[in-house]
């Protein structure tokens, strides 16, 4: 499942000139007929939402149950990427862009507005009450919990299986390649990474044109600056414009030092509320919401009020499962990006529980002393302004407690920089899918979506087509619902094939070696304790290893397998057995540096401490065991254990 496919342009010619001609036809459309254009998209979102409840549902029910499976089952220790391959990003790193990129703005927009407006107008009951409070706080964590982070999960899997793992380009075409083969490639490849490009621009920007209200609430707060367009379009000037900077950076420098600035302000903000709020009563309340959630979880999950119907379900539930499929592919493709090295477990665990687990924290420290406050402390009017003006609500909720003004500085500051990170995670992503899936690409490239993001938000907030045009993003749920669950079916067939290669090469008893098992006591021993440089262990790959290719190579053709050396990683000599349509089989064997140890180093210089082994690599990575110092016939016999192997596992999967 390896791509050939070899590309000398950065642009992928087709997707960028589709996606661009789409965009501009569809934000003309929005500017210059905003009512006409809210009136069709709004029917359709409605429509949709009316006729294919029932869908949605069972669709983020079953992506929810099959991440869970995947990474509690015998996949979970599948790498995403090869086997020898390390995280790029620390754990901290890693959580803080993955939280940010995905929902860090909307708990700030709705970690105070959602529990309320549940709480003042539940689905069910009476409202201001006992039981509304507890209702109001399980319903947030259902939207807010593991469904959201189970469709941001399944995609970026899928995305980092195949980009990582099989070499294929890392845009939304890959998750096909089990279905389609090299039909990605095509038309409909390019249809797919169209729909993605233009899915994720329009997202950002209607998020960015609402977005600039609430900082705008804000500045208003804290500066008594004017609520006005004028403003407003300054404040989106300004957002792209920093995140234009940090997208210039790049992603190990701009966006993860801003990722990690936001989520540092956003556990001081969270710490200084819990301490100045009523903390024990917060503390208990999160155990009760935590246990709350996971009690009711299958019943909200499958519930659709069928028998008691109501429109509470469309406005909300329906709009929030909507509204996290249509962000999936930018946050998906963007958890990605930043995935390699992680084994499936690891990535599911982290990208599933730890931010579900912060922002039911988020939601209980904000949501339930908003709802105290109003209970118990006569905060009618925070109500009141949630009701009308949500974007004003944490400011609202802020003044409450001391320092009112530092605390609403920080809020602000956070709220733009989760706008920024946002911005450039997502031009980082478009970047991407115009890219052919390149990680390296000019600067100028992410610098043109960056802007063109920012531009599409200046234009539809000025022109009043942003409601049109988020009741458009939200309708193309439906049609990548079905993308997705089609692409959820080849990532199992693909994570079968894997799992069946890695016990072949793990448990298959095979008849013994022609060598490699019978090195002489002393030959072992004096490899363990003998340290090489780098150039003594190139002259054994250049002499004994490339031999031993080349006698097998020969072999091979002479009993008509096609199979050959390939030269081009750095000129490190690799093995090639070619199976046709079946997977083909690669031996290649390279030098890997290692600190030596403490006993035998006397020199503080670190190049003079390390020390180098010839290790083994198939096609699935590192297979972390050296051959430094075998005999060509050693090698030999070890390349033929792993074909071997190699054929065991085709005979497996072609049963």
């Known amino acids: 499942m390896v791509s050939r496919k ?52 069972a669709a983020v029910a ?68 006992i039981e509304a409070a507890k209702e109001a706080m399980g319903i947030t964590f259902f939207h807010w919990g593991f469904h959201a982070w189970a469709i941001y999960a399944i995609v970026a899997l899928i995305l980092a299986f195949f980009g990582y793992r099989h070499n294929l380009p890392l845009t939304l075409r890959s998750a096909l390649y089990p279905l389609i083969g090299e039909k990605i490639y095509g038309p409909i490849g390019h249809m797919i990474d169209i729909f993605a490009i233009v899915g994720t621009i329009f997202g950002v920007a209607t998020a960015l044109g609402y977005g600039v209200l609430q900082v705008n609430s804000g500045l208003n707060y804290l500066f008594a600056v004017s609520v006005t367009t004028e403003v407003q379009v300054g404040l989106i000037i300004f957002i792209t414009a920093l995140a234009t900077l ?42 009760q919401n935590f246990g709350g959630y ?36 930018f946050v998906g493709m963007f958890i990605a990006r930043i995935s390699r090295g992680r084994t499936i477990r690891e990535f599911i665990c ?77 031009a980082m992503v ?15 490239q992410r610098i043109f979506w960056s802007c063109l993001i920012g531009l599409v938000a200046l234009v539809l907030m000025l022109a009043g087509g942003l409601k049109s045009l988020q009741s458009a993003t939200i309708a193309t749920a439906l049609p990548f ?13 693909a994570l079968a094939i894997d799992a069946a290669k890695r016990e072949s090469l793990s448990q298959t008893t095979l008849s013994p070696s022609s060598g490699s098992h019978h090195i002489p006591w002393e030959s072992r021993l004096h490899n363990l304790i003998n340290f090489p440089e780098q150039k003594s262990v190139a002259r054994f790959m250049n002499k004994t290893v490339l031999s031993a290719m080349q006698a097998v190579s020969g072999e091979l053709k002479n009993q008509g397998v096609e199979a ?21 089989f690669l031996y290649r064997v390279k030098p890997r540096a290692y600190m030596q140890p403490s006993f035998v180093i006397d020199d503080e210089d670190e190049d003079e401490s390390k020390y180098y082994r010839a290790e083994v690599f198939l096609l699935e990575g590192g297979q972390d065991y050296d051959i430094m110092g075998w005999t060509r016939e050693q090698v030999i016999g070890d390349i033929i254990d792993q074909y071997e192997k190699h054929m065991h596992f085709l005979h497996t999967v072609r049963d």
């Open 481 to 493: 619902s079905i993308i997705l669950l089609i692409s959820g079916y080849g990532l199992l067939k």
């Open 430 to 444: 478009i970047d991407l899918l115009a890219s052919k899936g390149k990680g390296k690409t000019p600067v100028w």
């Open 294 to 329: 996971f009690s009711e979880l299958v019943d909200k999950t499958f519930n659709l009020y069928a028998y008691e119907p109501t429109d509470w379900l469309g406005g909300w539930t329906l709009f929030y499962w909507a509204w996290w499929l249509s962000w999936s592919p």
């Open 350 to 426: 982290g990208v599933l529980f730890v931010p579900s687990a912060l922002t039911f924290l988020w939601m209980t420290v904000f949501g339930n002393t908003s709802i105290d406050l109003i209970m118990h402390h006569n905060a009618g009017d925070l109500g009141q302004i949630v009701q009308t003006d949500v974007s004003l609500a944490l400011f609202k909720f802020l003044e409450y407690f001391p320092f009112t003004n530092v605390l609403s500085g920080i809020a602000t500051i956070m709220v733009v920089i989760f706008f920024v990170t946002s911005s450039d995670s997502s």
């Open 246 to 287: 940090s997208v210039a950076s790049g992603l190990d420098k701009g966006i993860r030092l801003l990722s990690e600035l936001n989520l540092l302000l956003a556990c001081l903000l969270l710490l200084i509320v819990i301490s100045l709020g009523p903390t024990t009563l917060l503390l208990q309340m999160f155990v």
């Open 564 to 584: 050959s050396i390939d030269t081009k990683l750095r000129g490190i000599p690799a093995l090639v057995v070619s199976h046709g349509d079946e997977q083909d």
């Open 62 to 129: 079953v992506i929810l149950i099959g991440v869970v499976c995947i990474g509690l089952g015998r996949y979970g220790d599948i790498k995403l990427g090869p086997d020898h391959s390390e995280p790029d990003f620390s754990f901290s790193s890693w959580f803080a862009m993955l939280f940010s990129a995905g929902m860090g703005i909307g708990l700030m927009f709705f970690g105070v507005g959602e529990p309320v407006m549940h709480f003042l107008s539940p689905p069910k009951g009476d409202p201001g009450t």
């Open 6 to 57: 070899r590309s000398v342009h950065n642009i992928n010619k087709p997707v960028f000139a589709g996606s661009a001609a789409l965009v501009f036809f569809l934000v003309g459309y929005a500017a210059l007929f905003p009512s006409h254009s809210e009136a069709v998209f709004t029917a359709v979102q409605n429509s949709i939402m009316t006729n294919a409840s029932w869908f949605y549902v």
